[in-house]
Structures are given as C-alpha cells and as structure tokens.
C-alpha cells in the first residue's frame, strides 16, 4: 500500500481519517508521498512532495469537495504532471497503476518537510511574481519548480530523479570545474 503522508494540519481538515503504521510495506517505484495544507495569497493549496525524488507539485484554491476526494485530486493532478512533463504514456500508465491503494499516515522525514518547507516559499514568490493564485498556469510553475536543485549530496534537480528512476537511464549532468 502506498502511503500519503500528511501533515497534522491536512490531517485536521480531513477528519482524521484512519492511519495506516509508517513501517506499511510500500510497493517499488515512486513509493509515498507526502502531503500539505498551505495557504498561498490566502488561498488553500495542496502540496504533494514525492519522498525519494522530492518532485513536487501544487494545487491551488482548493475547496473542501478536493479534500473529501484528496486521493482523487493526488491521482488527477499528478497524471496531469507526469503528462506535463511529457512522460511517455506507457510510463504513465505504470506509474499510476502504482496508486490503486493508498492509505494514509503522519509525516515521518523532517528531510521532506524541511525540502516542502523550500518549495512552499518558492511556490509564493513565484505566484507573487504572477499576481495570485488566479493567475498562473500552475504546471508551468511546476515544472519550474522541479527544475530547482533540492538534493545537493548529488547535484540533481527532482526532475532528474523522477527522470532517473522511471526510465532507469541515468540522467547526464555537467562536469563540475575545478
């Protein structure tokens, strides 16, 4: 089963719906996900950060019917990416075939949330810079922001990662110059 990590204050919000043990066997692939409550010009969003590449993705001005259908909303939203991000249809497919069950738990990584902590002050500078929530073309931003370096230990950038781990092809990176 794949777990949606959520913060306390998502947590809040959904009702306290029943958690499965963070130590639930995961299936290979993408794995969990984690999940936030933001409010971005005082807007709620949703923010899904994925645990082992850190890609990421919002949903802006969400209303309560997105959150008593938050797995419906994560499926839709990251099919909406992946294609964004011009993923080939059979990995897709793949890719969501991993999500037939999910369930639910507490965070677990403060290396996850300190990363969506980054993204969530990256995510208001740049609707700031875009003049609201009700202006922007959200997978723009995005895919901009997946194109931010959040892994120093390897230099990547969580595009890369997801890259990397759906296709199992190594993604080339500059050299670095001494």
């Not at 850190?54 to 997105?66: H, Q, R, T, W």
């Not at 075939?97 to 902590?117: C, D, P, R, W």
């Not at 700031?128 to 901009?144: F, P, Q, S, Y």
Request: aromatic share 6%.
């Amino acid at each position: 089963m794949t777990l949606l990590h959520c913060t306390a204050k998502l947590l809040k919000e959904l009702g306290s719906p029943p958690l499965q043990s963070p130590d639930t066997p995961t299936p290979q692939g993408l794995e969990n996900w984690y999940a936030n409550l933001i409010r971005i010009d005082r807007r709620k969003c949703l923010l899904f950060t994925n645990e082992k590449t850190l890609f990421s993705f919002l949903i802006p001005a969400v209303k309560k019917e997105n959150l008593k259908n938050i797995v419906e909303e994560f499926l839709i939203n990251l099919n909406l990416n992946l294609q964004a991000e011009e993923f080939p249809g059979e990995i897709i497919n793949r890719v969501m075939q991993e999500y037939t069950e999910i369930g639910f738990a507490k965070t677990a990584s403060k290396t996850v949330l300190g990363a969506m902590t980054q993204l969530m002050f990256e995510y208001e500078v740049l609707i700031a810079m875009k003049e609201g929530v009700e202006n922007v073309r959200i997978l723009e931003i995005n895919k901009d922001i997946n194109r931010s370096l959040m892994r120093g230990d390897r230099h990547l950038h969580p595009i890369e990662m997801l890259q990397e781990l759906l296709t199992g092809q190594e993604v080339a990176r500059p050299r670095k110059i001494l």
